[in-house]
């Protein structure tokens, strides 16, 4: 009887844990790319097969036409493991991002940090959180208004894609992904 109490309470006391979510909300008028997958876990189904979007290694142009999607001069940048230093690669597209919302100053940007899934959650949230803060000081660096750009941290939660330990598959994991949309007063 003690026993059975004892485990009651127990498992009484583990539900009533929290874990807090400490991530910023950030509210956009676009559909949610993700899916549940396997065991609950959240599957990136939009960026890698968009238009525009280019994994490591593909060619892409040098600078953005007046009129251009925001998409077609790439929503993502890589980066190397554990690192969030940005590759000559990375400077391109953040270049042509840079180049795109300056032409378009109606829209602000929300810069979503992404980690591999090896790691424990506190250390890919931070991993994360700078390479999110390396894509936003390259693109004010490069002209756009500190204001217009938010940074977002989702470390391992939102893989590209599920991987165990295969490295092609992880490096797409180790993201920083630019999300655009209509500014709004107080972006």
Not at 112 to 141: I, K, Q
Request: with cysteine; glycine share 10%.
């Amino acid at each position: 009887m003690r026993l059975t109490l004892i485990l009651l309470s127990a498992a009484l006391a583990l539900s009533a844990c929290g874990i807090p979510d400490d991530r910023q909300i950030v509210s956009a008028p676009a559909a949610d790319p993700y899916v549940t997958g396997p065991g609950g876990v959240a599957v990136y189904q939009g960026d890698v097969n968009m238009p525009g979007t280019r994994l490591p290694g593909d060619a892409a142009p040098a600078a953005p036409a007046p009129g251009t999607e925001f998409a077609a001069v790439g929503t993502t940048v890589y980066f190397g493991e554990s690192a969030a230093d940005l590759s000559d690669e990375a400077r391109r597209t953040l270049t042509r991002q840079a180049a795109w919302l300056t032409q378009n100053s109606a829209y602000a940007a929300v810069i979503e940090g992404h980690a591999d899934e090896p790691g424990t959650r506190e250390f890919n949230l931070a991993l994360g959180a700078r390479r999110a803060t390396s894509v936003r000081e390259y693109l004010v660096a490069n002209g756009v208004a500190p204001g217009r750009i938010r940074t977002l941290s989702y470390g391992k939660e939102r893989p590209a894609s599920i991987c165990g330990a295969e490295p092609s598959c992880l490096e797409r994991n180790r993201r920083a992904v630019t999300q655009v949309s209509q500014s709004q007063a107080g972006v």
